[in-house]
C-alpha cells in the first residue's frame, strides 16, 4: 500500500523544481502514466483493508484531482514565461524606425548628357553612336592630319600592341563613320561618347573624357546655321540672358575654325576666376567642315558644305556646378555623386 502523504509531497516538490516544458511533461509521466505512481496507487485500492479502503480511496482521489489540478497551471504558467523569455531574448522593438532602401541616381555626367541630348533633340539632331577603339587613319588621317602633321600633338592618346589601333583622342572620327554610312544624305547627328588622352592627371584633365560632337552637313548649310544653333543651344543651357560669343581659331577639320564662349554671370564670386577676368568661357571648338573631310567622307564639297561642334560635358557641368577638379567624375567617391 502506498504511502499517500509521502507521495504527494515528493510530487509537488518535484513539480515544483521542473523550468520547462519537458522537465513537466516528464514528471506527469512518471505520476500520471500507465505505470505512474498516482495511477498505481489508486489501483492499490483492492488491495487496501475493507475498513480502511474508503479513506484510502477519497485520500487517493484528492491527490490525484489536486496533483492534475497544480501540473495544468504550472504547464500554462511555463507557457508564459518560455513567450516571455523569448520575447525579451529576441529583441522585437516596434518602435525602432525601418531600415529605408537606398535610393540610387544617375550619374551628374549622364544627367547633363541627357540634358544635351533633349536640347539637340529639339534641334533636330539624332544620336549616332561609334567606336572609343579607333585606328590611326580615323582619328587623325581622315581627319586632315597626315602622319607627322603638328596638330597631332594636341591629342596624345594611348596605343594598343596593334599598330594603327588606338583609343580615340576625341568623337570627330565619328563624322567619318556617319558620312560614310549616310553619304550622299543630309546629316544632323550629335555624336556623344568618351574619350582618351595620354595627360598628366591634374585637377584639369583626365585620361578620359566625354565628348559630344556634332555634325550637320546639307546643300546649303553655312556659318549663320553653325551660329544659330551653337546659340539656342548655350541659351538652353545656361540660360537666355547668355551672350556667346566667337573667336576665330584652328582645327585641321574645319575651316574656318572657332572656339564658342559664353559670357559668365559677373554677380557670380567664381566669375574671376572662371574666365581668367576676361568675363568669357570657353565651351567649344567648332567650324565648317574641311573639304578634304567631306572629301573623305564621300560627300562633294562643291555640292555640299557642313559645319561641326565639339565639346567637353565634363568642363560644361564643371562650369554649371562649379566642380574644381575633373577627376571627381570617375572617381567613384559617394559623397560627390550624390550632391547631383
Ligand atoms: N575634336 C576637337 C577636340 O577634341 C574638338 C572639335 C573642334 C570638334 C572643332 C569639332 C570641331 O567637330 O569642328 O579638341
Known amino acids: 500500500?502506498?504511502?499517500l502523504s509521502n507521495l504527494e509531497q515528493r510530487a509537488r516538490a518535484e513539480l515544483a523544481?521542473?523550468?520547462d516544458e519537458a522537465a513537466l511533461r516528464i514528471w506527469n509521466t512518471r505520476y500520471f502514466g500507465k505505470q505512474g505512481e498516482v495511477i498505481l496507487a489508486l489501483k492499490e485500492v483492492g488491495k487496501v483493508p475493507p475498513e480502511e479502503r474508503r479513506a484510502y480511496g477519497q485520500e487517493a482521489n484528492r491527490i490525484k484531482e489536486s496533483l492534475i489540478a497544480a501540473y495544468d497551471g504550472a504547464l500554462v504558467k511555463e507557457k508564459e514565461l518560455a513567450l516571455e523569455r523569448s520575447l525579451s531574448a529576441e529583441g522585437l522593438d516596434v518602435t525602432l524606425p525601418g531600415r529605408t532602401t537606398p535610393r540610387g541616381r544617375l550619374h551628374v555626367s549622364t544627367r547633363i548628357m541627357r540634358e544635351i541630348y533633349g536640347i539637340f533633340a529639339d534641334l533636330g539632331f539624332q544620336i549616332y553612336r561609334s567606336r572609343e577603339v579607333e585606328d590611326d587613319l580615323t582619328n587623325f588621317e581622315l581627319l586632315n592630319m597626315p602622319p607627322h602633321h603638328p596638330a597631332r600633338d594636341m591629342w596624345d592618346t594611348f596605343h594598343t600592341t596593334t599598330p594603327g589601333v588606338l583609343l580615340r583622342t576625341h568623337t570627330s572620327p565619328g563624322q567619318i563613320h556617319v558620312m560614310r554610312e549616310l553619304c550622299p544624305e543630309p546629316i544632323r547627328v550629335i555624336l556623344p561618347g568618351m574619350c582618351y588622352r595620354y595627360e598628366a592627371i591634374t585637377t584639369r584633365s583626365e585620361i578620359q573624357f566625354q565628348q559630344v560632337e556634332g555634325l550637320a552637313i546639307g546643300t546649303s548649310v553655312t556659318m549663320a546655321d553653325l551660329k544659330?544653333?551653337?546659340?539656342?543651344?548655350?541659351?538652353?543651357?545656361?540660360?537666355?540672358e547668355r551672350q556667346v560669343r566667337f573667336r576665330s581659331s584652328y582645327f585641321p577639320f574645319t575651316e574656318p575654325s572657332i572656339?564658342?564662349?559664353?559670357?559668365?554671370?559677373k554677380d557670380d564670386p567664381n566669375a574671376d576666376r572662371l574666365t581668367k577676368g576676361t568675363g568669357w568661357l570657353e565651351i567649344m571648338g567648332a567650324g565648317m567642315v574641311h573639304p578634304i573631310v567631306l572629301k573623305n567622307g564621300g560627300y562633294d564639297p562643291q555640292k555640299h558644305s557642313g559645319f561641326a561642334f565639339g565639346m567637353g560635358p565634363q568642363r560644361i557641368t564643371m562650369l554649371k556646378y562649379?566642380?574644381?577638379d575633373i577627376r571627381l567624375f570617375w572617381g567613384n567617391d559617394v559623397r560627390f555623386l550624390e550632391q547631383f
Open 17 to 19: 523544481a521542473c523550468t
Open 1 to 3: 500500500m502506498a504511502d
Open 322 to 324: 562649379a566642380i574644381d
Open 259 to 265: 572656339e564658342v564662349d559664353i559670357d559668365w554671370p
Open 228 to 240: 544659330g544653333t551653337i546659340t539656342a543651344f548655350a541659351q538652353r543651357l545656361f540660360g537666355k
